[in-house]
């Protein structure tokens, strides 16, 4: 007989044995729902087991016998001690070859708390808190157990105790105790406070500030209860302080008494005292620019600190210098009392006033200011900054330079004598004034770079009358807003509005509007953050050269985000300045864009075209930064 064909029918025959003993195996859980029911299938000693190629059906039968007491103490940490439960095995058949095993779950109800006693002991036992969160504790009588809630409470008392200085606290006692004959459940809890610590003297290690300086930055007092919470709170209230790259809060040995002091040692290691930084760039708005700045971090011992910068860029030759010096007041909450000076300065030539040929002249203000910053304040959700100020402001300009520049100088002479002394000085202002401004900033948002939802208001109230001493009287009012609403989980709609007014003479000479107000407070629209699809600050009123008393700006954006952390967008602007109510000569712009949410914030690039009679027939905008 030949071996091999009987070799292949023996391991045929003990495959088809293995395979019988390799039982498959369905089970299924009914009439739960949720958590409960993940908790039963994790507890079913049968369901864990159902892939194992180890089952036979002897296994089978010893798994479904013990199922029912598995799910029973699987539903007691939800507080049901009652279920109702019907098992059901069937073994594989020729129309089913599978082994399947079912359970139908009824629940029941939870068990009720039929007492539930609290007890205090030890310093904390009279203190008012404490005997609040016993009298709040949210398990009471008649209310139903549940195992998971019951261990969250206790976790949730002792942290609320330690947060209120003791930090010794335990449990003594901690029982639960269920009656089936009487379906209830009765919970004792004993917990001892050990003493209440509070927070001792507190030092601090460095040699640049004063003490009494840095004392205004404590939000911990000596003899307030010990919260760590609060540490945290104090850590960035220093860091916040712009002195300080490192802070490092010590905690020392307790003094041994019945409220034990915990002293704090507060180590901090300060910034370079000077910071300098340079800038080369591109925008828009203003095209290629250089920017330097010097920050002066402190001076002396009581926070005082300055900052030095200039920039200057390609749009108008602009040039701009800033001087501050930063007296703190209220340190911790923003306080502050600013000496600034600026000057800016820019190019008007005849080609700005669409003049084949003419001349040139500078627009130069200067403006020396004292601003009182008031602290921060949390209003409705609001973060509420305001601040008050005053402000001497010059500024001068020829416009009859741009306009006869390139006549001889006998030829001006005679022309001033044509038009009178009166019309000249229209046109080649002065303007001196002291103006003082009332600023109020409101603000709040879901996250600092990439905005989903948000406000943001920003009201400037300002000007001046000739009784101040000025030679010019004008008032303004400013407001700039901007709401950001998610639409879905991907989407949002951008509504930003920009609006001015301002009361003030008006002037003409030659034909041309001048109004009684310095360049620098007057209006102009167009550029990236204003009617995109025009040039920045072109648009204004036709009647004039500098700008408009009057703003009006709106502006709706939608955005789709189409992968992560890129989005399109689609926007219409409208919106000029003017300056007069019944001549708004408002433009139309509109566009598309895209965003990318980068690490520093929302970098944007726009296409703008205007739907009116522009320089262009459209414009690129790129911007790096949130909205507000």
Not at 596 to 622: H, K, M, N, T
Request: charged fraction near 25%.
């Amino acid at each position: 007989m030949a071996i091999a064909p009987v070799l292949a029918a023996l391991f045929a025959l003990l495959l088809c044995v293995q395979t019988s003993a390799q039982a498959a195996l369905q089970v299924q859980v009914d009439g739960l729902r949720g958590v409960a029911r993940d908790n039963v299938r994790a507890s079913l000693s049968i369901a864990r087991r159902q892939q194992d190629p180890e089952l036979d059906a002897a296994t089978i039968q010893a798994l479904h016998d013990q199922a029912e007491l598995e799910i029973s103490r699987a539903l007691e940490p939800f507080g049901y001690y009652r279920p109702q439960i019907t098992s059901l095995l069937q073994p594989p058949t020729e129309s089913s070859p599978d082994w399947r095993a079912r359970y139908q779950i009824d629940a029941g109800e939870k068990i009720p708390i039929a007492e539930m006693q609290l007890t205090v002991v030890g310093a904390g036992q009279n203190n008012d808190e404490v005997q609040a969160l016993s009298e709040g504790f949210p398990l009471r009588r008649d209310s139903t157990l549940d195992h998971r809630r019951y261990e969250h409470t206790k976790r949730e008392l002792m942290e609320q105790l330690r947060n209120l200085g003791y930090l010794d606290a335990v449990f003594t006692a901690h029982k639960v105790e269920v009656d089936m004959a009487t379906y209830s459940a009765r919970i004792a809890l004993r917990v001892d406070t050990g003493p209440g610590y509070v927070f001792g003297p507190i030092t601090f290690a460095q040699n640049q500030f004063a003490t009494d300086y840095l004392q205004h930055y404590l939000v911990i007092t000596p003899g307030q209860p010990f919260d760590p919470a609060a540490i945290s709170r104090q850590r960035t209230a220093l860091s916040k302080s712009g002195h300080f790259r490192e802070v490092t809060i010590v905690t020392g040995e307790p003094a041994d008494a019945e409220r034990p002091a915990i002293p704090l040692h507060i180590q901090l290691t300060p910034f370079k005292p000077n910071r300098y930084r340079g800038r080369l760039g591109w925008g828009t708005d203003y095209g290629f620019g250089v920017q330097l700045d010097w920050t002066r971090r402190y001076v002396g011992k009581r926070g005082h600190y300055f900052n030095l910068g200039g920039s200057v860029v390609e749009e108008r030759q602009r040039l701009a210098g800033d001087a501050s010096y930063t007296i703190p007041l209220d340190p911790l909450s923003g306080g502050s009392l600013e000496i600034a000076a600026r000057h800016e300065s820019k190019d008007l030539t005849f080609e700005e006033v669409d003049l084949d040929e003419g001349g040139e002249s500078r627009i130069a203000t200067n403006i020396a200011s004292l601003i009182w910053h008031r602290p921060n304040r949390q209003w409705s959700g609001f973060e509420f900054r305001h601040s008050i100020g005053l402000s001497l402001v010059g500024e001068t300009y020829d416009v009859f330079e741009v306009l006869f520049g390139n006549l001889p100088s006998r030829s001006q002479d005679d022309l001033i004598d044509v038009i009178g002394p009166e019309a000249y000085n229209t046109l080649a202002p002065d303007f001196e004034a002291l103006v003082p401004r009332l600023q109020l900033n409101f603000r709040r948002s879901d996250d600092p770079l990439y905005i989903r939802r948000g406000d943001f208001y920003n009201l400037e109230l300002l000007g001046t009358e000739e009784s101040f001493g000025s030679n010019t009287s004008f008032w303004q009012a400013r407001l700039n807003t901007w709401n950001i609403l998610p639409v879905g989980d991907r989407n949002r709609l951008l509504l930003r509005s920009a609006w001015g007014y301002t009361d003030a003479e008006s002037k003409t000479a030659l034909g041309i509007n001048f109004n009684q107000v310095p360049e620098y407070f007057e209006f102009r629209a167009g550029g990236a953050r204003s009617v995109r699809g025009y040039g920045f600050e072109e648009l204004f009123a036709a009647d004039t050269i500098t700008g408009g008393k009057h703003l009006a700006v709106a502006s709706v954006e939608y955005e789709h985000e189409f992968i992560s952390n890129f989005s399109a967008a689609v926007f219409l602007d409208a919106g000029n300045a003017f300056n007069d109510f019944d001549d708004i000569d408002e433009k139309l712009g509109a566009g598309f864009g895209l965003r990318w949410r980068s690490p520093v914030g929302l970098a944007r690039i726009d296409v703008g075209f205007p739907l009116d009679d522009a320089e262009d027939s459209f414009q690129i905008y790129i911007t790096v930064g949130p909205e507000f």
